[in-house]
Antibody, heavy 120, light 108 residues
Framework: EAQLVASGGGLVKAGGSLRLSCEGS????????MNWFRQAPGQGLEWVST????????YYSDSVKGRFTISRDNAKNSVFLQMNSLRVEDTARYFC?????????????WGQGILVTVSP | DIVLTQSPGTLSLSPGERATLSCRAS??????LAWYQQKPGQAPRLLIH???NRATGIPDRFSGSGSGTEFTLTISSLEPEDFAVYYC??????????FGQGTRLEIK
């Protein structure tokens, strides 16, 4: 059974940094693009970043570009999100997600979500 | 950016009734549209991909239709566990990947 387990969230002051991790198992991690999404309290889903299978292609939303860095280590079946210069508006639950071979690029594997709280 | 607009914002129905949720795209996404279900405190769950293909393990009471700019998610007969928030998402033109704002399906 495919599983994604995220870690690394917590409380940080504005301007600070956090690093999120997400470890996959039960599927071919190295063959899957990996993605981060977030959901602010009471709000909808927002895409944050995508990294291709080898890490050669990386994309960010405008809201995090220049502050967040996505990376992956296929040997450890892990994807990371380094978040710098955090703002109060970055407060959200962050989800890692990936597609399966059956879902044609849509996301059917999701991590449990990890809470990031940025205080003023 | 492609904007997805979902309607209605909230849908109040009873178990056993039929639910029809809509998603309109600001420009054509062809059939590159998915539907997700999200319950409180949980990650989203993929229901439908490519407009009408049920994801693995999704009951056949869930169906999707549409193409271009107009899409529909239909739940043929609501079960108690179907009351949740539903999101549509496109990947026709990205970045950015975009979602609709969600439709809350609540028990009447």
């Amino acid at each position: 059974e495919a599983q994604l387990v995220a870690s690394g969230g917590g409380l940080v002051k504005a301007g600070g940094s956090l690093r999120l991790s997400c470890e996959g198992s039960g599927f071919t991690f190295s063959g899957s693009s990996m993605n981060w999404f977030r959901q602010a309290p009471g709000q909808g889903l927002e895409w944050v970043s995508t990294i291709s299978t080898t890490g050669s292609n990386i994309y960010y939303s405008d809201s995090v570009k220049g502050r967040f860095t996505i990376s992956r280590d296929n040997a450890k079946n892990s994807v990371f999100l380094q978040m710098n210069s955090l703002r109060v508006e970055d407060t959200a639950r962050y989800f890692c997600a990936s597609p399966s071979y059956e879902s044609n690029g849509f996301y059917d594997y999701w991590g449990q979500g990890i809470l990031v709280t940025v205080s003023p | 950016d492609i904007v997805l607009t979902q309607s209605p914002g909230t849908l109040s129905l009873s178990p056993g009734e039929r639910a029809t949720l809509s998603c309109r795209a600001s420009q054509s996404v062809m059939r590159y549209l998915a539907w997700y279900q999200q319950k409180p405190g949980q990650a989203p769950r993929l229901l439908i991909h490519d407009a009408s293909n049920r994801a693995t393990g999704i009951p056949d009471r869930f169906s999707g239709s549409g193409s271009g700019t107009e899409f529909t998610l239909t739940i043929s007969s609501l079960e108690p566990e179907d009351f949740a928030v539903y999101y549509c998402q496109q990947r026709r033109d990205w970045p950015p990947i975009t979602f609709g704002q969600g439709t809350r399906l609540e028990i009447k």
